[in-house]
């Protein structure tokens, strides 16, 4: 019995058949410091209610999967210390053990399915880290998104990542890569990159469709639909290229590892941009929720 608690609101709109927008946690426990994680999480699930569906934050706390954070519960959050980056390996162990966990892209998915949830927002993907070949660092995110059928929106993959790789495994693993909108690939900061997108969808009937012929056709997995950022705000990949290569840079010489690296180069970008890496990261996440409450409501129809 997997002990499972949904919120007053996400029990409501479950009730009434209404469209539900999972949302991740990591991003309020180790995206940004308190108080602007639970702002940024509070104005992202509006964003999901003002386009016509319910937002569920998901965590697991003291033990309980949570689909849908009260209140109170998100503002705790905020403020934890020591809490968990829950992942496929680790999440039902801390549930297990009464632990209490941020979700990550892989363990939103799991739940989100559970829930009955077909659709995620989310900022970016994990995917395969620079120097994979030596370190094998590759996300769990890309073999979720290959078994668990879940609609993912995210401004694409993480730009401190493989880029080239990341998509390469997301092909071989036969995960559909959507394109909102644009030909190219967003690259996470940057509206665009240099890679050209196997498929394109320019609304969100059509995603939805394709994910509902997907479960139909028996075919296991999701979809990831790559939302690029507004481009008023953007950061030009061309600027932020010598600014990642000095994080990863940094990373490496300090021997930083696995579940760490993503936190410490993200903290880094941070600070090296002067606090912009982190506006973008808030701009593209409001609106990967925006068009994913698009979708959740076109998969209800």
């Known amino acids: 019995m997997i002990p499972i608690q949904y919120s007053a609101e996400v029990a409501a709109a479950r009730d009434t058949g209404g469209p539900i927008v999972a949302l991740e946690s990591t991003i309020i426990t180790h995206g940004m410091p308190f108080p602007q994680n639970v702002e940024t999480a509070r104005i992202v699930e509006q964003d999901v209610r003002d386009h016509g569906a319910t937002p569920a934050t998901i965590a697991v706390l003291n033990g309980t999967l949570h689909i849908g954070l009260e209140p109170d519960q998100l503002n705790t959050l905020g403020q934890a210390e020591n809490v968990a980056k829950l992942s496929r390996a680790d999440m039902a162990a801390c549930i ?52 668990t059928p879940v609609t993912v ?47 394109r969808m320019d609304d969100a009937t059509q ?52 579940k760490a690296v993503t936190p410490f180069l993200l903290g880094r970008i941070f600070e090296l941009t002067d606090g912009r890496s982190l506006t973008a990261n808030i701009a593209l996440v409001r609106n990967n929720a925006r068009l994913a409450a698009q979708i959740a409501i076109a998969m209800g129809k």
């Open 96 to 147: 297990a053990t009464g632990g209490t966990g941020a979700t990550t892209v892989a363990a939103t998915m799991i739940a989100a399915h559970l829930a009955g949830i077909h659709v995620f927002a989310t900022g970016g993907i994990g995917g395969v880290h620079r120097g994979a070949e030596d370190s094998f660092d590759i996300s769990a995110d890309l073999q979720e998104l290959a078994q």
């Open 153 to 199: 929106v995210a401004a694409g993959a993480k730009a401190i990542l493989d880029l080239p790789k990341t998509f390469e495994v997301l092909e071989t693993l036969g995960v559909p890569v959507i394109a909102y909108g644009q030909d190219m690939l967003p690259a996470f900061w940057s509206a665009q990159s240099d890679m050209v997108a196997p498929l």
């Open 207 to 258: 995603i939805a469709k394709a994910q509902q012929i997907r479960t139909a056709m028996g075919l296991k997995g999701g979809q990831l639909v790559t939302n690029p950022i507004p481009q008023k705000d953007e950061i030009p990949a061309a600027t932020l290229a010598p600014i990642i290569d000095q994080a990863l840079d940094e990373a490496d010489a300090q021997n930083i590892s696995a």
